[in-house]
């Protein structure tokens, strides 16, 4: 007769599957390991979501050139951050974690969150503000990270549409936190990161333990990785769970007083190819470029 | 009360946006009768900064700081602030200032502004002109707070002399072991070639160069304009050239005096992210391409015969003008 026990246990980090076989009065133990590292407990990450016009959309201000004008335009996940989602997605298929997605807006932009959690984060979490000022927004999360615990807060390094760059540099100064800018790369092990950061000319790998603030951008993941949610995912999107939460008290350190666009731009000048000359002249007397 | 710039010093020499930072900053210190301080860290000769119009240097000396640490250079900054009692901030756009700035603007509690592509438009309330939504429109911010944090766009503002010199006093913060949690462990940089960040001139391919052997013709022209090479998306997708040369959108920024596109066709998303160069050159055999719409110079034909020829006719010009 042959009995046979298996069981998972853990060492140093390692998940470890064991195998004991009687079999005729003697037992025999088969050890094996899982290739990657296990976390005993799952990482939590919380990935910050801007809900930004699509990059196609038509650019007007409303209410005297005060605001944004929304109509007719599509809202998406601000690509930075649809980059370090997609990252944070991948350590929890990886290594098991826990991804929650977080944004500072109105009622609009759950359709955003939904999206998220059909890509595969767990649950979603809004806090009830205008998100008009970078600090304020800043403040709204610190609070979020602070009464979630989170390892790991993955923000864009920028939006599409303020182009502030200043929210991820905030927060992580905000809760003292270690920050790493312009993130082409990160793994992590335990509670031990390494990231790769954009600089300008090349590149720069850094070492930092969790806590940790990540401005993210192309390079977490490239684009081919980006997921479009499947009919599965956006179903079970619905049964998760989104969080609404007031805001807390924080200032409001500057304020988009007014938007104006650009001057129309006059009629390119066409140079015959046969006439190079003629615009090595014109770069150097007209534009006095060179 | 004083402006304090942040000057980047890097591979001996100030970076020319350290000098537009300097002369943006003069400005102000003129119209509000206060005066410009730069600190520098590990700069071994200020005496540059004098002529753009630095009153006085705070040079930051410590092998601790050889490494970048944001946190670290952050920390020196804030003192800096404190001790000038500074009321306005002032950064460069490059990627090391735009890791730093928000972290000094949380630890003066100070408002921030990025992009700032002016002078300020009203100094009291204070406001300014920034770039946002991709470079498709510019946007007034108004800053609240008593100290005030900007980074300037480059080639924003430009750099002039102004006949000073600076005095140098050595600085030294006080950092602790929190300041230097995030480590370099090593770091690769393109040497002997112009980065586009620091370019004046940048010279970018599309995927009309058709392969990746044709990117000679490109690296000769940038060589006569002593430019930096550039490539759109699908190129660098395509795995033709390196990401870091990849601008556009999700790529890198392009804020250069001069951009000359070969073979890109324009879409929405390379040009959000060079829009804010000041002149756009294209060529392409497509009198169609979007590019058009939003280029200064145009030249429709063969980019195979047209760039070797323009590399000629810019030689000959750069002899004759030298």
């Known amino acids: ?290 | 009360m004083s402006i304090l710039i942040y000057a980047e010093f890097a591979e001996g020499k100030f970076k020319k946006t350290a000098f537009e930072l300097a002369s943006y900053a003069k400005k102000i210190a003129g119209e509000t009768g206060t005066t410009v301080t730069a600190l520098t860290i590990n700069a071994s000769n200020t005496a540059d900064l004098g002529k753009y119009g630095v009153d006085k240097v705070l040079n930051v000396k410590s092998d601790k700081l050889t490494a970048f640490s944001a946190k670290a250079y952050a920390d020196a900054i804030k003192q800096a602030a404190e001790k000038e009692s500074a009321k306005i901030v002032l950064f460069n756009s490059t990627t090391d200032s735009l890791y730093i700035a928000p972290l000094v603007a949380v630890a003066l509690e100070a408002g921030y502004a990025s992009n700032v592509v002016a002078q300020p438009v009203s100094l009291s309330p204070f406001q300014v002109k920034r770039n946002a939504f991709s470079n498709k429109a510019f946007n007034i911010t108004e800053i609240n707070t008593d100290v005030k944090v900007l980074a300037i766009g480059k080639n924003s503002y430009g750099v002039f002399e102004n006949a000073a010199s600076a005095t140098e006093e050595e600085f030294s913060p006080s950092l602790n072991d929190a300041d230097f949690a995030v480590k370099v462990e090593s770091s690769e940089k393109v040497s002997g070639k112009v980065t586009i960040a620091d370019a004046e001139i940048v010279v970018s391919g599309g995927r009309g160069l058709k392969g990746p052997e044709n990117w000679g013709m490109l690296e000769e022209l940038a060589a006569v304009l002593g430019a930096a090479t550039a490539c759109s998306k699908p190129v660098s997708d395509l795995g033709w050239r390196p990401h870091s040369e990849h601008v556009g959108q999700t790529g890198k920024p392009v804020a250069s005096n001069l951009y000359i596109a070969i073979g890109i066709s324009g879409a929405i998303q390379h040009i959000a992210g060079i829009n804010s160069s000041k002149v756009k050159v294209v060529i392409n055999s497509d009198a169609d391409a979007p590019f058009f719409k939003v280029a200064d110079y145009g030249v429709v034909g063969d980019a195979f015969e047209i760039v070797p020829k323009l590399t000629e006719k810019i030689k000959a010009f750069k002899a004759q003008n030298s």
């Open chain 1, 1 to 290: 007769m042959i009995n046979k026990f298996i069981f998972g246990f853990f060492y140093k980090n390692y998940i470890c599957y064991a195998c004991i076989v009687f079999y005729l009065d003697k037992f025999i133990i088969f050890v094996t390991e899982k290739p990657q590292l296990y976390n005993f407990i799952k990482m939590k990450i919380l990935v910050c979501i801007s809900h930004v016009p699509d990059t196609t959309a038509k650019i007007n201000f409303t209410n005297g050139d005060s605001e944004f004008d929304t109509n007719g335009v599509q809202f998406v996940i601000n690509p930075n951050d649809e980059f370090g989602l997609t990252r944070a997605i991948w350590f929890k298929e990886q290594a098991g974690a826990n991804v929650t997605v977080v944004n500072v807006g109105g009622a609009d932009a759950e359709a955003t969150l939904r999206k998220a959690l059909a890509i595969g984060a767990d649950e979603a979490i809004r806090v009830n503000a205008n998100p008009t000022d970078g600090f304020f927004v800043a403040k709204q999360l610190a609070e979020v990270v602070k009464n979630g615990g989170y390892d790991l807060v993955i923000a864009g390094k920028e939006s599409l549409d303020y182009n502030g760059g200043m929210v991820p540099g905030m927060l992580a100064g905000l809760l003292g936190y270690n920050f790493v800018n312009s993130c082409i790369n990160l793994d992590v092990t335990g509670t031990d990161a390494k990231a790769v950061r954009e600089i300008d000319g090349g590149k720069e790998t850094l070492s930092a333990t969790l806590p940790l603030v990540i401005g993210g951008q192309k390079g977490l993941v490239e684009e081919k990785d980006l997921r479009i949610p499947n009919m599965r995912g956006i179903m079970m999107a619905r049964q998760k769970t989104l969080t609404i939460l007031e805001p807390v008290g924080a200032n409001n350190t500057t304020k988009a007083v007014k938007f104006e666009k650009p001057a129309p731009k006059s009629a390119v000048k066409l140079i015959s190819p046969d006439n190079l000359d003629e615009l090595v002249n014109l770069l150097h007397n007209e534009a006095k470029v060179i």
